[in-house]
């Protein structure tokens, strides 16, 4: 069974930067997609970002697309998420998830990101 840690979220004033990273431990991730999800205070996790296990093929939330960039180094078992022009609607925890037979089967903690206006 893969552990899933996030970490490198804070807090960041809007129009600023954040890189996220998940590191995997226990099993490798080079097979798997994985990807980013959030969850606002009071709302449903929403997806963010995903990655093909190659890297080779990413997608987006339309909220994101064009401000944050998903990544991935197998050689290191992480994934990164890139984000830039944060908005205050960014507020969330972000959580990385491995992707098992079409599903998001294994989940990281999370890691607060909080963007003030």
């Known amino acids: 069974q893969v552990q899933l840690v996030e970490s490198g979220g804070g807090l960041v004033q809007a129009g600023g930067s954040l890189r996220l990273s998940c590191a995997a431990s226990?099993?490798?991730?080079?097979?798997?997609?994985m990807g980013w999800f959030r969850q606002a205070p009071g709302k449903e996790r929403e997806f963010v970002a995903a990655?093909?296990?190659?890297?080779?093929?990413?997608s987006y939330a339309d909220s994101v697309k064009g401000r944050f960039t998903i990544s991935r180094d197998n050689a290191k078992n992480l994934v990164y998420l890139q984000m830039n022009s944060l908005k205050p609607e960014d507020t969330a925890v972000y959580y990385c998830?491995?992707?098992?037979?079409?599903?998001?089967?294994?989940w990281g903690q999370g890691t607060q990101v909080t963007v003030s206006s």
């Open positions: 998830a491995q992707k098992i037979a079409n599903e998001y089967a294994y």
């Open positions: 990655v093909s296990s190659s890297g080779g093929s990413t």
């Open positions: 226990g099993r490798t991730i080079r097979s798997s997609a």
